[in-house]
């Protein structure tokens, strides 16, 4: 396995496997994603808890809403059930943050707006709609809202 170390750093660039349990007593800076994968169909894991103490989030997805934007998009064949994304907008010295859970089938999607927090106008409404194979969750911008609407989401997804 090919591996860079510099100072205290160590990188990998192919698969790690770890054998037995793993405790860090720092940072872990994650770009990707963590899978979970059964080597027999009928193998069950229990993924047990995962504690996240003091974290911090720096690559979640950015963009600017224009008209009705699509925040997220999937395809209806997906393995994806449920999603809950949490938003982060910004339009001049408003600002508003909140999340969406949404569960979905082959067919449609159904989407609440929660924990809905705002200084200044309320800038925009998340909606879920499904078309042409896709489902959507998108951001549609308020009345009198005008000018640039920057977004940060940050994404959890079950299948």
Avoid at 137 to 158: C, D, M, R, S
Wanted: hydrophobic share 40%.
């Amino acid at each position: 396995m090919a591996k860079q170390v510099t100072g205290n750093e160590a990188q990998f660039n192919e698969k790690v496997t770890f054998l037995k349990n793993v405790v860090v007593n720092g940072n872990i800076e994650l770009t990707g994603s963590i899978q979970q994968s059964s080597t027999t169909a009928s193998e069950t894991t229990n993924l047990g808890a995962v504690t996240i103490v003091d974290a911090v989030v720096t690559s979640a997805a950015a963009g600017t809403v224009s008209g009705t934007t699509d925040l997220f998009t999937f395809q209806t064949s997906s393995d994806i059930t449920t999603v809950e994304c949490l938003l982060y907008f910004q339009n001049g010295a408003n600002i508003q943050t909140e999340k969406v859970l949404a569960v979905c089938n082959s067919t449609n999607i159904y989407s609440q707006e929660y924990a809905i927090s705002f200084e200044g106008n309320l800038i925009v409404s998340v909606v879920s709609t499904t078309s042409t194979g896709y489902h959507r969750i998108q951001a549609v911008p308020e009345t009198g809202i005008t000018g640039t609407i920057n977004y940060k989401i940050l994404k959890f997804l079950l299948s």
